[in-house]
C-alpha cells in the first residue's frame, strides 16, 4: 500500500486520525509532567509543596548509642528498686510526693470555697509553695478561678500560676485587626470623641486583599509605619475615652480586651506603648464585673507578668489594674485615673497608718519628677521637653535593682577585656546613654590640704570608715537660708552617718523605693496628670474637644480632688501632701475645696491633712509667665502658664484664702516650704531662668528653707542622708505621732466623765449613809436612857 493511499485513507476518517494525535499529546505531557512541575517550579511559589505530605507516615529515627545508654539507666534503676532500702523508702518516697500534691489541692479547693478569712490564709500558703512541677502548676493554674487568680497574682506568686495568654505564639492580622478596632469603636456612638477620631485619624478601613486571619512567628508580619503609628493613637485614644466607667464597659463588652491583648502582642518590646496600653487596663478595672472578663481573656497573667518587669511604669500601673480587679481583699481601694499606688503594691495584713501623697508640677509625672538627683545638672527644654525626658531609651524607667544588675553586667566584661584590646580601642569613647552616666564616679585627685586633721578626716570619708559620734556630718544639700523660728537636723552624727558618694545605687522613684524602708505600714499614692509651657507641646488636646478645658487650675483641682477622695485617702489617718511647683498649687486648691465640700468623704481629706511639703511653689505667681506679654506669638503659652502670672488676681485670692484656713481649721498643719536658690538653665537658647523667684515661694507659716539647688532638682534628694529628704522623714514622723497621740488623749477625755460619775456615786453612797447615822444617834440614845 503505497502512501498515497494511506494518506486518501486517513482523508476518509479525520476524526481517528484527531483523536490519536490528542491521545498522543496527553500522554507525552503526562509522561513529562515532572519535569515540567519542575521547570515551573523555578517561577511560581507553591504552598502545598512546601507543605509535609501528611498521608506519608513519618518517623523518628533514635540513635543506637542513646537508645543503649537509656536501656542501661532503666536496667540500673530496675536493680536498685530491688534492693531493701529501697523497698523500704520508695513507698514513703511515694506517699510525700502524694501528700504534697493533695495538700496544694486542697488549699486550692480552700481558696475556692472558704470563708474570707480562710481564702486569705490560703493564698498565702499557696504562694510559699515552690516544691510543685510544672504540670503542677498547669493544672492548678486550669482549676483556679478569676478571683483566685487575682489574689496569687495580688500576693506576688510564681508566674506558673497563671494560664498563658491565648494564642501564644500568633499574631493576629494588623490590617484585619485595625478593621475590627474601626467596628468597635463606631458601636460606641453617638459620642463626639468617636466621631472626632474617625474624622481625623482614623477613616472606614479598605477589604482585605489577604485571608489569612494569623500569622506564626516563624512568618513575617508587614506593618507599615502609618499602620503602626495609627495603632498607637489608638491606644491612645482609648486611654482618653475608658476615663468614664460607662465608656469601658462598653468596651469590655464589645471584646475590647480580646483587641488590646493583640495589641500587645504586636508591641510586646515597645515599653513605651504598652505603659499606655496598660493605662487602658487601669481604667477598665475600675468596671464592677470586669474580674470576669480579665480573666478570660488571660490579662491575669499578663499583668502578673508586668508586676515582675524592671521598667518602673509597668510595675506600678500593672499593680494599680490588679489592685482595682482584687475585691476580696479586706483593705481593698479603687484608684480612678491620675491616681497611682506607689505602695503597697500587693496585699497587706493590715491598714495603712498613713496616706502620703506627691504631686508633681508642670511638664513632670508620676514616673518623671521623682527621681534620684542626677549628677549632671538638669536642664529644661522650651517647649516642656527635657534632656532626661525625652531619650527614647526605656532604661530611664528602670527600678533601680534592675539597673544595678546592668551595671554589674556591664562592669564584668570590660574586666573581661584583654589589655592588648584595651591598647587597641581607640582612647576617645563616646557614651550614648546619658542616662547610667550616673553610677560612674570621677577619679579621686591627690588631697592638697595643709591641715593634716581634715585631710585625715576627708581620707576617713573616702575610705567609709566609720566615725565616733563626736563627728558631725553636715548634710551635702544643707540650706543656704532658712526663718527664724526653723526646725530641723542639718547634720548627722558620725557613727550614724554613712558615706554613699561612691554607692552605685541609683532610683529613678524614691518614694517607691526609700520610704517603705521607713515607713512600711504608710501608703505611697502619686498623682500623675498632663501639662505642657506652650500650646505648640499641648497634645493632650487632640484626640477630643472636650478635654479643651481641663488645663485650667480650678478644673484640675477638682477631678483630682474627686479621683483622691475616691481611692479613700485620708479615712481615719494622716495625710501628708508633697507639691513640687503647681503641684503646690493644686494642693492648695485641693485642700480648700475639701473644707467647702459637702461630701463627709472629700471632707476628711482636709480634716485629717497634717502635713504639707511645697518644693518650689509659685505662691504669687512665676516670671515665666510673662512670656505671654513679650513671646506670646512665638511661644504661644499654655493655659497652666497664662494662670501663674506673677501677682495674679486667682492666685493671691486662692494664697489669702488658705493663709485664713491655716489660722482657723488648719491650724494644726505642719508646713514646710522650700525655695530654689540657683537658676534653671533653658536648653534652647542656653540661658539661666529663675522659675520660681524666692520671695513667691515664702509664705509666713512654718518652716521655710533656701536650698542652693535649681528648680527642678528640689524633688530629687541626692541619696537617703539628704537634708531635703530626712526634713521630709520628720515631717512623716511628726504627722504620724499627732495622729497617734489624739488617740490616747480622746480616750482618756471620754473615760473622764465615767470616771467622775462613779465617784460622784460612791461619795452620794457615803453621805446618804453618814446621814443615816446621825438620824438614829437620838432615837438610840432615847432608848438607851430608858
Not at 515607713?519 to 478635654?547: H, L, M, Q
Request: proline letters at 5%; hydrophobic letters at 35%; glycine letters at 4%.
Amino acid at each position: 500500500m503505497s502512501l498515497e493511499e494511506i494518506k486518501a485513507t486517513l482523508r476518509r476518517y479525520p476524526k481517528l486520525l484527531g483523536g490519536f494525535g490528542i491521545l498522543t499529546t496527553a500522554g507525552l505531557i503526562l509522561y513529562e509532567s515532572p519535569q515540567i512541575r519542575k521547570y515551573l517550579s523555578r517561577y511560581v511559589y507553591d504552598k502545598k509543596s512546601q507543605e509535609p505530605d501528611k498521608r506519608r507516615t513519618e518517623y523518628i529515627y533514635i540513635k543506637y548509642h542513646i537508645y543503649r545508654e537509656s536501656m542501661r539507666k532503666m536496667q540500673q534503676k530496675h536493680e536498685e528498686d530491688k534492693k531493701w532500702i529501697s523497698v523500704i523508702i520508695n513507698p514513703i518516697g511515694k506517699w510525700w510526693k502524694a501528700a504534697k500534691h493533695s495538700v496544694a489541692w486542697r488549699l486550692l479547693n480552700i481558696a475556692q470555697t472558704g470563708s474570707q478569712t480562710e481564702r486569705l490564709k490560703a493564698v498565702q500558703q499557696l504562694v510559699c509553695m515552690d516544691h510543685l512541677k510544672d504540670w503542677d502548676f498547669r493544672h492548678l493554674a486550669q482549676i483556679c478561678d478569676a478571683r483566685t487568680s487575682i489574689s496569687l497574682a495580688r500576693s506576688g506568686a510564681d508566674t506558673r500560676w497563671f494560664m498563658p495568654v491565648p494564642r501564644r505564639g500568633c499574631f493576629k492580622n494588623p490590617k484585619l485587626l485595625l478593621s475590627e478596632l474601626h467596628v468597635m469603636l463606631a458601636q460606641l456612638r453617638p459620642m463626639s470623641c468617636v466621631d472626632h477620631f474617625f474624622s481625623k485619624y482614623f477613616p472606614e478601613q479598605p477589604q482585605l486583599d489577604d485571608p489569612s486571619e494569623f500569622f506564626t512567628q516563624e512568618q513575617s508580619i508587614v506593618l507599615s509605619s502609618q499602620d503602626t503609628d495609627l495603632l498607637k493613637e489608638i491606644i491612645s485614644f482609648l486611654h482618653h475615652i475608658t476615663k468614664d466607667p460607662a465608656v469601658a464597659a462598653k468596651v469590655i463588652h464589645r471584646g475590647g480586651l480580646v483587641h488590646l491583648m493583640e495589641l500587645r502582642k504586636l508591641f510586646n518590646d515597645d515599653n513605651e506603648t504598652l505603659a499606655t496600653l496598660c493605662k487602658v487596663l487601669a481604667n477598665m478595672s475600675i468596671v464592677p464585673d470586669a474580674v470576669e472578663h480579665f480573666f478570660a481573656s488571660g490579662w491575669v497573667g499578663a499583668l502578673a507578668e508586668w508586676q515582675q518587669c524592671p521598667d518602673l511604669r509597668l510595675q506600678v500601673i500593672s499593680a494599680k489594674a490588679m489592685a482595682n480587679l482584687d475585691h476580696d481583699d479586706p483593705n481593698q481601694s479603687t484608684y480612678p485615673p491620675n491616681v497611682y499606688p506607689l505602695h503597697p503594691r500587693v496585699r497587706t495584713r493590715h491598714k495603712p497608718k498613713a496616706d502620703i501623697v506627691f504631686v508633681h508640677g508642670l511638664l513632670g509625672g508620676v514616673f518623671i519628677t521623682w527621681r534620684q538627683r542626677d549628677r549632671k545638672p538638669t536642664e529644661l527644654g522650651l517647649y516642656g521637653k527635657n534632656a532626661f525626658y525625652t531619650s527614647e531609651s526605656d532604661d530611664v524607667f528602670l527600678v533601680g535593682e534592675q539597673k544595678r544588675v546592668n551595671g554589674n553586667k556591664q562592669r564584668q566584661l570590660s574586666k573581661q577585656q584583654t589589655p592588648e584590646a584595651e591598647a587597641e580601642a581607640p582612647k576617645k569613647v563616646v557614651n550614648k546613654d546619658a542616662l547610667l552616666k550616673t553610677s560612674k564616679k570621677l577619679e579621686q585627685k591627690p588631697l592638697s590640704i595643709s591641715d593634716a586633721a581634715t585631710k585625715e578626716f576627708v581620707e576617713t570619708l573616702r575610705n567609709e570608715a566609720e566615725l565616733d559620734s563626736d563627728w558631725e556630718v553636715v548634710h551635702p544639700d544643707v540650706p543656704l537660708r532658712a526663718n527664724d523660728n526653723c526646725c530641723g537636723r542639718f547634720s548627722v552624727a558620725g557613727n550614724e552617718w554613712c558615706n554613699q558618694d561612691t554607692c552605685e545605687e541609683y532610683t529613678n522613684c524614691w518614694p517607691m523605693e526609700w520610704l517603705p524602708d521607713d515607713y512600711p505600714d504608710a501608703r505611697i499614692i502619686g498623682i500623675d496628670y498632663t501639662s505642657a509651657v506652650t500650646e505648640w507641646s499641648a497634645n493632650f488636646t487632640k484626640y477630643c474637644p472636650c478635654e479643651k478645658g481641663q488645663g485650667h487650675i480650678d478644673v484640675r483641682a477638682s477631678t483630682l480632688l474627686e479621683r483622691i477622695a475616691t481611692a479613700d485617702v485620708g479615712n481615719d489617718r494622716p495625710v501628708v501632701w508633697i507639691g513640687h511647683s503647681m503641684g503646690g498649687l493644686l494642693t492648695k486648691l485641693m485642700l480648700l475645696k475639701s473644707l467647702d465640700s459637702q461630701v463627709p468623704q472629700v471632707q476628711q481629706l482636709a480634716h485629717n491633712t497634717k502635713g504639707i511639703v511645697f518644693l518650689g511653689t509659685p505662691h504669687r505667681g512665676s516670671p515665666i509667665a510673662k512670656w505671654k506679654q513679650h513671646m506670646q506669638l512665638i511661644l504661644s503659652p499654655s493655659i497652666e502658664v497664662k494662670e501663674m502670672e506673677e501677682n495674679a488676681p486667682k492666685l493671691l485670692e486662692m494664697h489669702r484664702r488658705f493663709m485664713g484656713c491655716l489660722h482657723t481649721c488648719l491650724r494644726h498643719v505642719n508646713i514646710v516650704s522650700v525655695a530654689e536658690g540657683s537658676p534653671t538653665m533653658l536648653t534652647t537658647f542656653k540661658f539661666p531662668l529663675r522659675i520660681v523667684t524666692e520671695e513667691s515661694s515664702r509664705i509666713d507659716y512654718g518652716d521655710f528653707f533656701l536650698l542652693k539647688d535649681d528648680h527642678l532638682s528640689l524633688s530629687k534628694p541626692i541619696y537617703r542622708q539628704s537634708f531635703l529628704y530626712q526634713r521630709l522623714l520628720h515631717v512623716i514622723t511628726e504627722a504620724v505621732k499627732q495622729s497617734d497621740g489624739n488617740g490616747p488623749k480622746d480616750t482618756e477625755d471620754q473615760s473622764t466623765p465615767i470616771s467622775n460619775l462613779i465617784i460622784t456615786n460612791i461619795l452620794a453612797a457615803i453621805v446618804k449613809g453618814a446621814k443615816g447615822i446621825l438620824e438614829s444617834l437620838p432615837r438610840d440614845a432615847l432608848r438607851f436612857s430608858t
